[in-house]
Each structure stands twice: as C-alpha cells, then as structure tokens.
C-alpha cells in the first residue's frame, strides 16, 4: 500500500537527496564516523575482535573488503562489517544516542564494506557516504521514537540489535541506490533478522550485536536487491499480527516524508553522546560525581586517604544489568556502577587501563567496593536524558561529602569539543596505526563531502 507507514520509509530512503542534509548534520554526522573509526581500530586489539576475526577467516571467500587496525587483512564484505562491528563495541566505547542505541557501530562498518565491494566504476563518492550513513542513524532514530519504551535504559533486548540492524539495512540500501520496493523489502527481511537479550551485556557476547546488527542489515539489502520480497506493511502496527511491533509492547507508528526541498533529520534536534573513557554510558554520570567529591575529599583531608571513609553512598537509577558490586571481568567491570565509582575515587581517572585484569583485581579497590551502599531515588529515573548520579562520602568523623552530575562532559548537552573529539581519535588510532595514517584519516573526514571514492577510507 502506497500509504503506510512502511511505504513511506521505503520512499524516504529511496528518494532522500544530499541536498536535504543540512550543515549541522553533515558536521555531526562526521564527528561521527571519525569518533567509530577510532573506537573500532582500539577495538580491534580486544580478545573478542581477535576471535571474531579468527571465526570469519574460515568462511571469507570474496575477500575484498578491510578490517579494522589489520593490515593486509580482508574478508568477504558482510564478513568485515561483522567483525568491525564487533571491534567497534568491543570496549562499549561507541557513541550513544536518545532515545538509547549505539547508532554509529550498527552501520558504519557496514558502508566501508559495500563501498570496498562496489566495481570501480560504481564506487560512492563521498557525499553518498554521508547520505547512506544519516539515512541509517535516521531510520534508527525514528523507530525509537515509536515507543515511549526506547526512552529509558533497556530491559529486555539490547536496542542496537533491533534499530540498528534495520538502520544498516536502510543505509545499505541507501548505498546500493535500491528501489522504492527493494527498500520496503529490505526493511522487512531486516526485522526477521534482529534482536538480542540484555542478558548478554556485560559479556564477550555483547559487542556480537552491534557485529550481527551491521552484518545481518547488510545481508537483509543484498538479498532485497536479489529480489527476495518480505511483509510490505513490516513497520506498521497491524492489530492480530506483530511486524516491527514485536519488539515493543507500546508501539504507535507515524509515515516519514520527505518533501523535495526539504527533510529534517533528527540529529539536527538531538546530538550525539561521545563517550571519554570505554564504559557503558551509565557510568559517566558516577565517575564525574565520583572525580568532583574526590576534588572535595583532597581539600578536606590534603589527600586521598579511603581509611577515612566509612561508607560510599551511590544514588543511581534502577538498572539491574549495570548494578554489579564486585564484577570479575573487564567486561562486568565495564557494566558495574559499583566498579567505575570506585575506581574515579581511587585513580582520579578512568580510562583503557582501568578495566585490566591487574587493575580490577587490586586491593585497594576491593576494600573501596566492600563499603559501597546503593540507593534509588524515586526521581532519578533510568533514562540517559534525565538520570543523575551522586556519590556522597559518609566519613569516620561524621561529615559527609557529596558530588553530584546531571550531564557529564561528552552528553549531547554538553558536547565534546573539537579537541576533545581529535584527542580521543588519537589515542584510539594510536594503537594500531602510525600517525601519518591516523592524520589522514581526520582531513579525510574531515572533508568527506568532497571525497571522489569513499572507499579510500
């Protein structure tokens, strides 16, 4: 039907031009794309990156398509989207965007395979990157919108897995210039192909499905565009028989139009969270509380002194699967209110170091954890737009210390600067690539509208 919900994103996808994206998104959108590049190649020094690697090398055939912080490496393209998804949410480091998924892991990786893939003279130029990558976040951004459920911190499925396996599809399509109905199909075999539980967080399972999202997105705009068809009314709520509304028990669809002169994405009204250090965003809000009550402790006391601290009071929102008092891996730890609190206090930091197996397992730490108390405030509520955290320091001499944040230093109210951003790239690309790549790779983004051959990145 030419007016349902899902015709009307098909058409969106389909007919989405350059021009609609506006110089705010376009400058957004790169910060972006240079933040998940960096993410991914630190990523790919990971245990799980390497074993995700070893698995898809048994199966590349068509190898043509590159793989993060590897050189010389390449695999079949939805191969490489797979485990450059995975290294990309490897640390839990990717960006973080509101209503909650990770957008950019889910379909990044999967555009600098196509364009790898494309014959010569098909290759997209820069600006159709751009176009494929926003047409992914967009289509990500208004499923969410769907649901008041995808406001708040996920309980059941983990968000990247379902938006963004639909938002790779989409910007694949985008990509691959498909047709209005080849869209609609490949939103359709998408929805079939998403989904993962939240009882994987915190476990090497985790960065899996950002891999599968962009992997299995990927696939879903191949097989469309080989004519495989699927539900034309997926996106739309049909009462008796669940398509995308299976994901969600509150779920109340709206068309998405694009006029010829003019479309506004939703990264021009809502930015983007960049995370400082590779933990889930959650625990941003209590390692800034923790640094700003440990600057208060030092002018108390001249120095850090735990033995005069008789209890830490954490006020956080209710979220079983980041409420974790002693985690025993890097990747609980990195899951762990408890862990990162903690860790703030004793190391004023947090940073790659932090989630090593010496630095989880020491001492002094454990001594911090075991004085740890946990309180919900009624109005702290688990939602990455409204949510604070508070560490308050109950000392031995009966006075009490408090640090309080509402918005960290990377949340899209307080955004990262330009510095900050580069800063991180650096850092991260550092691990894996020699500096004159790493530049080049910045002016590249930098000036990615005016790229002849994306797949150059």
């Known amino acids: 039907?030419?007016?349902?919900?899902?015709?009307?994103?098909?058409?969106?996808?389909?007919?989405?031009?350059?021009?609609?994206?506006?110089?705010?998104?376009r400058h957004r959108s790169k910060r972006m794309i240079l933040d998940s590049i960096g993410v991914g190649l630190v990523g790919s020094t990971t245990p799980v990156f390497n074993i995700a690697l070893q698995y898809c090398r048994l199966?590349?055939?068509v190898a043509v398509s590159s793989v993060y912080g590897k050189p010389g490496v390449k695999l079949s393209p939805t191969l490489?989207?797979?485990?450059?998804?995975?290294?990309?949410?490897?640390?839990d480091f990717d960006d973080t965007w509101h209503p909650a998924t990770h957008p950019s892991g889910a379909v990044l990786p999967a555009l600098l395979a196509a364009s790898q893939m494309l014959p010569p003279n098909t290759k997209p130029n820069g600006m159709e990157f751009l176009l494929a990558f926003n047409v992914g976040l967009e289509v990500q951004g208004r499923l969410m919108h769907f649901s008041t459920e995808a406001h708040n911190i996920p309980k059941r499925f983990h968000p990247p897995s379902v938006v963004g396996t639909m938002g790779s599809a989409a910007a694949t399509a985008k990509l691959l210039s498909?047709?209005?109905?080849?869209?609609?199909?490949?939103?359709g075999i998408a929805a079939s192909l998403?989904?993962?539980?939240?009882?994987?967080?915190?476990?090497?399972?985790?960065?899996?499905?950002?891999?599968?999202?962009?992997?299995?997105g990927?696939?879903?705009?191949?097989?469309?565009?080989r004519g495989v068809e699927a539900n034309p009314l997926?996106?739309?709520?049909?009462?008796?028989?669940?398509?995308?509304?299976?994901?969600?028990?509150?779920?109340?669809?709206?068309?998405l139009s694009t006029t010829s002169d003019h479309h506004e994405f939703l990264l021009e009204k809502q930015d983007i969270a960049f995370k400082r250090f590779p933990a889930h965003l959650g625990m941003h809000w209590v390692v800034d509380a923790a640094l700003s009550v440990?600057?208060?402790?030092?002018?108390?006391?001249?120095?850090?002194?735990?033995?005069?601290?008789?209890?830490?009071?954490?006020?956080?929102?209710?979220?079983?699967?980041?409420?974790?008092?002693?985690p025993s891996s890097e990747h609980q730890a990195r899951h762990s209110f408890q862990f990162n609190a903690c860790t703030a206090l004793l190391d004023g930091e947090v940073g790659l170091n932090s989630f090593t197996e010496s630095s989880i397992h020491r001492q002094e730490l454990r001594e911090l954890l075991d004085k740890v108390v946990v309180e919900h405030p009624e109005d702290n509520v688990a939602n990455f737009d409204k949510m604070y955290g508070e560490v308050a320091l109950l000392l031995h001499s009966g006075d009490v210390l408090t640090g309080k944040c509402d918005t960290f230093y990377g949340h899209w109210r307080k955004p990262l600067s330009k510095e900050s951003l580069l800063k991180k790239f650096r850092s991260n690309a550092s691990h894996v690539l020699p500096e004159e790549n790493i530049e080049t790779i910045i002016t590249m983004v930098d000036n990615l509208e005016n790229l002849s051959d994306s797949s150059q990145l």
């Open 1 to 25: 039907p030419e007016d349902s919900v899902t015709s009307s994103f098909a058409s969106f996808i389909h007919a989405v031009r350059p021009e609609h994206l506006s110089k705010t998104v």
């Open 59 to 61: 199966y590349s055939s």
């Open 80 to 91: 490489a989207a797979f485990t450059n998804g995975v290294a990309t949410h490897s640390m």
């Open 178 to 187: 498909l047709s209005t109905a080849q869209c609609a199909n490949a939103l």
């Open 194 to 216: 998403a989904g993962a539980p939240m009882a994987n967080a915190a476990t090497q399972a985790k960065p899996l499905h950002i891999g599968n999202a962009t992997r299995l």
């Open 218 to 225: 990927f696939e879903a705009a191949l097989l469309a565009a």
């Open 234 to 255: 997926i996106l739309d709520d049909i009462p008796g028989c669940s398509g995308f509304s299976a994901f969600y028990s509150i779920y109340q669809p709206k068309p």
């Open 294 to 326: 440990r600057n208060l402790f030092i002018n108390y006391a001249g120095s850090f002194s735990p033995s005069l601290i008789r209890t830490i009071v954490l006020k956080i929102p209710v979220s079983k699967y980041i409420n974790r008092p002693f």
